[in-house]
Every structure is written in C-alpha cells, then in structure tokens.
C-alpha cells in the first residue's frame, strides 16, 4: 500500500531504522506547520532526505554548507522581512555543527537577534562521517577519534554547555528537548517559534548506529538519559530556568551499559572510578538544576 | 529529464524510495489488543503508520523499516515484530 | 551628471542606484569606504535594505545566499582575506544558481599580510562559477556593478558576478564619475524576479545533494552557463552604452592594437599607466598596443585570438602569480592562442602594492622584444640575491 504521508517530512528518506534526528525533524515540521523555511546544515539529517532528487521536505528548505545554517537563516529572515512575509525560519544542525563548526555563524546571529529558531539534534559525535567525537560527546564516550584503549577510557572532555552560551547571549528562550518526550519537544518547538528573537533548542537523539544500541530503544535509552540525570529537559526564559523535568533519578550504570561506547567501563572489568566520575556529572546536574524527586520514605 | 536549476527539486519526492525492503522484521498489529492510543504513529521514524476509520493503525509496509520502536513502545503489546518472509 | 567622487563612494551609489533589499558585509580594509557608504544611506533612509552587520565574511556571503535564496537582490564587498575566507561559501554561490553581486577591492593575499593592491584574491576564484569582471576606472567601477546585476540575473545566465577594482589605486582615489541618476538606473536595471524561491506556497528544496549519476551534469550545466554569459554581457554591455553612452559589449577593450607588433594584456588600473607609456613608445616609433580585458570569467578566447592575431610578441602584466606556475592571465592568454606562433611571455608584476611606472612598462616591451619574459619584473635585487 502506498498512501499519502500525513506529514510534512516525506517517508522514503534513508534514515537508519530507529532514526531519532527522523523522529525530530517528523515532529518539528509537525509543531512548525507548512509555513516555515528550514535551513538545514550538512549531516545526518541532511544526507538522509535530500539525495537528488529525492527530498523529503515538504516544506521550503535550503541547505547550504556545514558551518553556515545560521548566517544562510539570518539571510532569509532579513529577505523575509523585507518583503514583508511571515513565514518562520528554523535553522538545523546536529551537534558538529552546532557546537563546533558553525558557532561562529551561530553566536553571529544570536547576537544580532534575528528573529529565528535553532534546533540542535544532538546525537553526541559526528555520525555522518562515521561516530568521531565533538564538543558535544559525553565524557568517557567512545568514539571513532576518541577511542577507549589501552592508556584511554574514550573521550577526556565534558560536553560543552551550549545552551547557557546561547543564553548568555540574551537568547530569550533556550529549551532542551529530547526524542524520548515528542509531546514534550512539539511544544517546545512551538513555544520557540511564537517567541520573538532568537531561540535554540537543543534535542537528545540517541543514535542507535552511532552509541551502538539496536534501533528499537531509541526512546528507552532517551529515557534512561534523562532518568540518570546524564540529560536535562529544561527551558531558559530570559536568562533564567524556568522548568525543569523531574525524575527520580537511577544510577548511571543503567543508561551506561545499554550502549556500545560505554562498553569499555563495564568489560573486560568494572571500571568503578570512571563510572564514579560520569555519577558525578548527574549528581552536578541535578544540583544545578534540582531535578531530584525527593520520595517521602 | 531537465535537472533542477542548481540541485533543486520539488518538494516530497523521497517517496519514490520504498524503503520497505531493508526489513528484515515486520511489526505485526495486533488490533484485538489496540487501544488505539496512537503512540506508534507518534513515534515512527517513517512517519508511515496511518490511522483506519475506527482509529486502527495501518502501518504502510512499503517504507516501514522493521526497526521496532512501535512494538518497543506500544504499551499494550499490541505490536508483535515477526521475521520478515520474503 | 559628472561628481568628483571617491571610487567606493562612486560604487556605493551605483550599488544604491541597484536597489539590493539585502546587504551583507564584514569591513576590511580597502572594502570600508563602500560598506560604510551604504550603512550611511540605510541609515538615513536613503536606500531601503535591510544591512546585517555579520561577524565575519564568511557568514556575510552565506547571509547573501540565504537573502538571494528567499527571493531579494542582495549585495556585499569584500577583498583578499575575506574572499578567501569566503572561498567555500563561493562555490556554493555559484552551484546553487544565486545571483548575488560582490564588489572585490583587489588586495594582495597572505602572507605577508598586505593591505596593498594586487588582483591574487579575485583570481584565485577564478574556477569558482563567479563571474568576473575588472574595472579600468572609478567610471567603470560604477558602471559594471549595474551591468553585473543585470547579467547575473538573466535567466539565461543565474550565477553570482564579482565587479573587481583596485584597492587603494581606485577605490581611494578621486575621479570624475558620470552618475546615473535612480531613473536611469531603474529604466536599466528592473526590480529582481527570482526564477525560483524559499516560499511556502511553492515548496521547493534547494542544495540537494548530487550523486555521482547527477554531479558532473550540474557541473556542466554551471560551466554552460558562465561560458553562455558571454553573449549575455554583450546585450546588457550595448544596452548600457545606447542609454548612457558608455559601451560595455565587447569583453576587452583595444588600444592603438591594430597595427602593433607587440600587444601587452592586463586587468584592472594598470591599464591606465599602459596607454600612457604606449603613447610614448608610439611618439619612438614602436609600435606598442593594449589589450585590456574586462571580463575574466568568462574568459574572452575568442576575442584575445582575434585580437592578438596580428601581432608578433604579447606581453602579459600578471598582478597575481599561480605559485609554482604563472601568472594565471598569461596561461590563459597562451590557451586562448594555442596553435598560433605567436610567444607569449608573462610579467608578474606589483604584486602587494608594488608601483608600476611607465618606464616599468617600457621595460617589459623591451624585454619581450628580445624574447625575455616569465619572470618577475620590479623585484629588489638586492633583496632576493
């Protein structure tokens, strides 16, 4: 049977099967609705629904370079506006884009406050050209640069915090989302689109390929991100948060040892001193942004 | 066949690819067992699961992938994923 | 009307005159004078655009692609570093079928750093898809910035246009300008209607990428496309000159080369010095002419072999250098002639701002009457030995 896709992204794109950037961009264009322009950069996203000629955008789309998402959306806005239109522009980028390449045009167009959304799909490295890690890949995470070896247990660095950079920007609303709580990232997007100025949100996408998990537990390990602590769902307004996502939170072992890249703290032997330092990265996340349920014993 | 001027093109086209056939399981709708809570069509990847009259899903086997997701998150196990025989 | 005017500020107002909706740039010295012009004029209300004051040339010419892809005429300036730093975002310019103009203040690359004048920036894009145009005077500065919008635009061309001149020798300089007045350059230059465009009543996805069973059709198209402009130039070039008396058609221009022995062929301001010293050398006897090139993608082949036909030595002045090769106008020159006897020697020459005199340009005829060429003229000796 081959009926018609109720949605604005096409199926027939080549996105692994348990894709989470797929579920992003079907529930985007869903919160978004047809009259918005996306500006994707390369990656993931892009490859997979824009072989020529078979886009899977349903909506008008552009795609320019890796690093450029930003400056090509401050373009649109400034065309659209003068002409008069009214359609919204969201800008795309997974996380080599977003963090590392294209922050100059990022930071460029949050500064000048063009009236935009940003949407990071963050799946941790740059899975396109193959699991190599960047600025956003959790520390310890093994990657394709950052492998875990004899002398290394993965990557040395903590993710950078993009969100509060972009706060500090005076960014008016900086979300964080995740695939695991579509109903959760539909509002989200919405709520950035009808907020005026520059908005980012920021989209855990667990990349089945890339962590090295089987493409049906894309949402349990979305869940598990956010149940350890190791992923925050909140919204920033104005500099300040103003929700967080609560949890009663379970220990990091539980996310850390459904994935492939983590596979090197639990065999050939426990790893018990790595493991305590990512604790610490959850237990540091739920202070800073007091997600703990406390359970009344 | 004229090219889009500078690699554009007209928008939807990605339907010309039937990824059905990169499945190797095919989820299998129980609808005995369906509450018709649309959690699956929420979650597809694909996008490729649409509702019936009575709110039943029909899954569109043509671009299903067989990832899963939709069996993994029914919460009534009304999704069962069999081997796909070809 | 003539106005005594700076180059940039010649270009500013021609770039005005254009009416581009989006003007995005990144200041650079020697490109400042022009994109402080224009921010000037925004903000009096004397040019009605929306100007992004982006934090590198890199995002301005990616602003530009974004403006042109939504469906506004947009313009930028820049030169050397900048371009360079734009270098990816060109390729996709010209790729993606975007029309945008771009003033080049040519400056030498580095390193060294130089703010001074050479023309290495446009021309190490000259494989680009951008078309390419050099202007001998402020005049033609002005004026090619109307012809290069309505080049870039035709339907037949849709590629993005460089309107270089020489940073500092022009761009800095007092000259009498001719001007347009807005009715002038309005009944040349119609308001912009983009082929296509971002618009969510007609959806359509742009930067698609090209498998190898589609990328060299594209290419081919590209390249159809920058060689097709030729014909292009010359209407919108005759056009230009029947309205304001000034004709752009051909894509060089001769001087006293008709009945030369020895043609020299440059770019850009030198030409200025050139016909001087070719007047002296004339009053001497020698028969000395120029060919100047106007437009340098596309590249004139036919109009250097027709032109050069006649002639028994050609002297290329080179204000840039394919390190390791030649001057890129000189290899360009010699394929133009390929099959004809005629030598073609290369003279790289003030490069970063070194000055060319006429007796420099006496020197070089000289030289290539005994034969004597590719090398670099005006070097300090005494510096390399």
Known sequence: MTGESCGLFEYGHRACGGCAAAMAARTILDAAGKDTIIVSATGCMEVFSTPYPETAWKVPWIHSLFENNSAVASGIVASLKKQGRKEKVIALGGDGATFDIGILCLSGAFERGHDFVYICYDNEAYMNTGIQRSGATPYDASTTTSPAGKCSTGNRRPKKDLPMILAAHGAPYVATASVAYLPDLKKKVEKAIATEGPCYLQVHAPCCTGWGFEGEKTMTIGKLAIETGLWVNYEMEDGKVTRVKKVVRKPVEVYLKEQRRFRHLFKPKLNETEIAKIQAVADRNAERFGIDIKLKK | ?86 | MMEFMEGSHAVAHSVKHCRPEVIAAYPITPQTHIVEALAEMVANCHLDAEYITVESEFSALSACLGASAAGSRVYSATTSQGLALMFEVCFNCAGMRMPVVMSIVNRALGAPLSIWNDQQDSISLRDSGWLQFYAEDNQEAADLHYLAYKVAEDRNVLLPAFVCFDGFILSHTYEPVDMLTQEQADSYLPRYTPVQRLDSTDPISFGLFASPDYYMEFRYQIDQAVKGAAKTIAMAGREFGEMFGRDYSNLVESYRLDDADCAIVAMGSICGTVKDAIDEMRKDGKKVGLLRLRSFRPFPNKEVRSALSGVNCVAVLDKNISLGTKGAVALEVRDALYGQQVPVLDYIIALGGRDVRKKDIRAVVDMAGQGKGDLFHGLRQELVS
């Open chain 2, 1 to 86: 066949m004229a090219l889009g001027l500078g690699c554009s093109a007209k928008p939807g086209k990605a339907k010309e690819n039937r990824t059905g056939s990169w499945r190797t399981f095919r989820p299998e709708f129980l609808h005995e067992k369906c509450t018709k809570c649309g959690l699956c069509s929420l979650v597809c990847p694909e996008g490729c699961i649409a509702e019936d009259g009575e709110g039943q899903p029909v899954p569109d086997y043509d671009y299903c992938k067989g990832c899963g997701i939709c069996a993994e998150e029914c919460p009534g196990q009304a999704i069962e994923m069999k081997k796909e025989e070809k």
